[in-house]
């Protein structure tokens, strides 16, 4: 069969990464390191940060995730020495610390090995879709493309109804919020343009995206509606980016735009 010759990950190499991620997740309930303080002075205010063990073994677990996709790239038969792999690690990193902010949440039982179940296969297609997608010649790369753009905004719900829930102060959660934003979206733009310099376009998508955010922080909804309209905002403005990018233009991503926009209207006027 063709299917059998095209490039695909070895399956020691992805099973590994997968086992380190899932051993860092089952680490977090079983050791307690030393808090870390960060304090500097901001605009006449002084700032602290605390990272305690969930924090850094969260971030452990995003570092890992996005070595490991980096490594399984650069065994690509179609990688070039030199060829930049920097943005394949994007979404697996974030995907690694949003899969394990929801596990380190269940509770002991058989939930919790339902929830690592899952967030391993998550954390798997997601690296599979970027080593597929990373090399356009691949004759799956614009059908797996699609399913990554899915998981990508599925992914970023995920991120921002976290964000919304633990209640961190705007001062924090508002740069969290734009950066997660510029660096999805800079990541989808490049995967549909990849020719052309879509930075900009990102940051000022993710700069929008945090001014909403910051007028949603202080305004009395529920955290599932606020992590809803932004993300729908988000997926607006990525398919509106779309069709100013694109050289034949074409009004499907209009009115796919106009039944999402609607489609956000209804959800967003039912939902507690």
């Known amino acids: 069969m063709v299917s059998s010759r095209l490039p695909k990950p070895e399956f020691g190499q992805i099973s590994a990464l997968t086992a380190l991620v899932?051993?860092?997740?089952?680490?977090?309930?079983?050791?307690?390191?030393?808090?870390?303080?960060?304090?500097f002075p901001l605009f006449g205010l002084l700032i602290q940060i605390e990272f305690k063990t969930q924090s850094i073994m969260l971030l452990l677990a995003g570092a890992l995730t996005a070595s490991g996709a980096d490594w399984l790239v650069r065994h690509h038969p179609y990688y070039k020495p030199g060829q930049s792999t920097f943005e394949t690690s994007i979404l697996p990193a974030l995907a690694a610390i949003a899969i394990g902010g929801i596990i380190i949440r269940v509770p002991e039982g058989a939930q919790l090995w339902i929830a690592h179940?899952?967030?391993?296969?998550?954390?798997?297609?997601?690296?599979?879709?970027?080593?597929?997608?990373?090399?356009?010649?691949?004759?799956?790369?614009?059908?797996?493309?699609?399913?990554l753009n899915g998981?990508?905004?599925?992914?970023?719900?995920?991120?921002?109804?976290a964000i919304a829930e633990i209640g961190i102060r705007a001062i924090f959660a508002i740069p969290l919020i734009g950066g997660v934003s510029f660096a999805v979206i800079w990541r989808l733009l490049?995967?549909?343009?990849?020719?052309?310099?879509?930075?900009?376009?990102?940051?000022?998508?993710?700069?929008?995206?945090?001014?909403?955010?910051?007028?949603?922080?202080?305004w009395p909804i529920s955290p599932?509606?606020?992590?809803?309209?932004?993300?729908?905002?988000?997926?607006?403005?990525?398919?509106?980016?779309?069709?100013?990018?694109?050289?034949?233009?074409?009004?499907?991503?209009?009115?796919?735009?106009?039944?999402?926009?609607?489609?956000?209207?209804f959800i967003l006027a039912n939902i507690g």
């Open 22 to 39: 899932l051993l860092t997740y089952g680490l977090i309930r079983m050791i307690v390191l030393p808090a870390i303080d960060i304090e």
């Open 117 to 147: 179940v899952i967030g391993a296969l998550v954390l798997v297609l997601i690296v599979w879709a970027e080593f597929i997608v990373s090399f356009p010649r691949d004759p799956r790369a614009r059908f797996v493309g699609i399913a």
């Open 151 to 161: 998981l990508a905004f599925l992914l970023m719900t995920s991120v921002l109804l």
């Open 190 to 218: 490049r995967l549909a343009s990849p020719r052309k310099r879509v930075w900009p376009w990102a940051l000022l998508i993710s700069v929008a995206v945090a001014q909403i955010a910051t007028g949603l922080h202080y």
């Open 224 to 265: 599932l509606r606020t992590s809803l309209l932004l993300a729908f905002t988000l997926y607006s403005s990525y398919t509106l980016m779309l069709h100013h990018l694109a050289e034949k233009r074409s009004n499907t991503l209009l009115f796919e735009n106009l039944f999402i926009g609607g489609l956000s209207i």
